[in-house]
């Protein structure tokens, strides 16, 4: 069962005071997982569904398909575009976001081999999406993993619906973690803006991917510390993640 985003206790005043005098005391690494596309990929045929559905949703509101697109590209999600230009205030949000991810997950599959990687991860594992935890916690059951020890989900709601590249959203995500060091955190994502405004706070970054969804490019990112086709080969690049 996913246990709700509850800071963790930190550090006693006596383990303070040794790491200020030996500065041996190190912070204990906490691995944050992006949720569509990440840990699942299917060619992004979720996403066309949500994005589909975010369509029919915005043309209620007299927003044409191709301009909520744009929004998700300019805003990080099409929510923060709609709120920023003044078409939908927070009061509409929730309904908007129960009513866009009411979606058909058939296309995506269930993935023991993943599974049996995470399960060999010895560090504390948040989920931490741009979208909402009830769809993140339909996407774990599809994929097999939502019996891990998942210590919650950090979605767009625990960060005010901020966009998850703002830098208040990172900051959400420690404190939900109860982490204070940014060296500290692990973040795998597809998002090569979420991966550069991660190492733009400090933390370690791991691009998940090869092409971009819109052009089929293959994608590169030179703030990812580490660039991998999926979370299978996660073992390879960030081994002391399983030690």
Not at 88 to 94: A, K, N, T, V
Not at 129 to 134: D, K, L, P, R, Y
Not at 174 to 190: E, H, I, K, L, Q
Request: charged share 20%.
């Amino acid at each position: 069962e996913i246990l709700a985003g509850v800071a963790l206790t930190g550090a006693s005043s006596l383990l303070i005071l040794y790491a200020h005098h030996t500065r041996l005391v190190k912070a204990k690494t906490v691995l944050f997982l992006d949720c569509d596309d990440c840990l699942y990929q299917n060619n992004w045929a979720t996403a066309e569904k949500i994005t589909k559905s975010i369509s029919a949703y915005t043309e209620q509101l007299g927003v044409l398909p191709d301009k909520a697109y744009a929004l998700y590209k300019a805003h990080g999600t099409c929510l923060k575009g709609l709120l920023v230009e003044g078409i939908l205030d927070e009061e509409g949000s929730d309904r908007f976001l129960d009513e866009v991810h009411q979606i058909d997950y058939s296309d995506i599959e269930s993935d023991e081999a993943l599974c049996s990687v995470l399960q060999l991860v010895k560090c504390p594992m948040w989920i931490f999406t741009a979208s909402v935890s009830e769809h993140a916690q339909r996407c774990l059951a599809r994929i097999g993993i939502d019996k891990l020890p998942w210590r919650g989900i950090i979605d767009c709601r625990s960060c005010k619906l901020e966009t998850k590249h703002s830098p208040s959203s990172f900051k959400v995500a420690m404190a939900a973690a109860g982490v204070s060091d940014p060296a500290a955190c692990v973040f795998c994502d597809d998002s090569v803006k979420n991966i550069i405004a991660a190492k733009q706070v400090g933390w370690r970054t791991v691009l998940v991917g090869m092409v971009d969804r819109d052009s089929g490019a293959q994608i590169s990112c030179e703030a990812a510390d580490a660039h991998i086709s999926s979370l299978h080969s996660l073992p390879i690049v960030m081994p002391e993640l399983f030690r």
